[in-house]
């Protein structure tokens, strides 16, 4: 069984700063990567910003240059530091991770941490 499970979310004014964290934690053979994903009101779920072990990163063109993802590959931690945040990012957001377990890979996702920007 794996859990995960974000915080950080909030409310806060255009222009601002948000720093979202996430743990992994549970019986795991190997940890592949860790994700984020956000969905906004009245839409689909998107990816954020993803991370791979073998630190290769990857950003929806709408957060490049203002989010930035880290993994911490030890802790099964990874955070995601939001930066110039503007109304068009308010969303839930959703940690994964991509994980192997004894009953083979898969991606374990948390409950979701709300994250609203007003103008």
């Known amino acids: 069984q794996v859990q995960v499970v974000e915080s950080g979310g909030g409310l806060v004014q255009a222009g601002g700063s948000l720093r979202l964290s996430c743990k992994a934690s549970?019986?795991?053979?190997?940890?592949?990567?860790m994700m984020w994903y956000r969905q906004p009101p009245g839409k689909e779920r998107e990816l954020v910003a993803q991370e791979s072990t073998e630190g290769r990163t990857t950003y929806a063109d709408s957060v490049k240059g203002r989010f930035t993802i880290s993994l911490d590959n030890a802790e099964a931690t990874v955070s995601l530091e939001m930066k110039n945040l503007q109304p068009e990012d308010t969303a839930v957001y959703y940690c994964?991770?991509?994980?192997?377990?004894?009953?083979?890979?898969?991606?374990?996702w948390g409950e979701g941490t709300q994250v609203t920007v007003s103008s």
């Open positions: 994964g991770a991509d994980v192997r377990t004894g009953w083979g890979r898969d991606d374990y």
């Open positions: 549970g019986t795991m053979f190997a940890l592949n990567g």
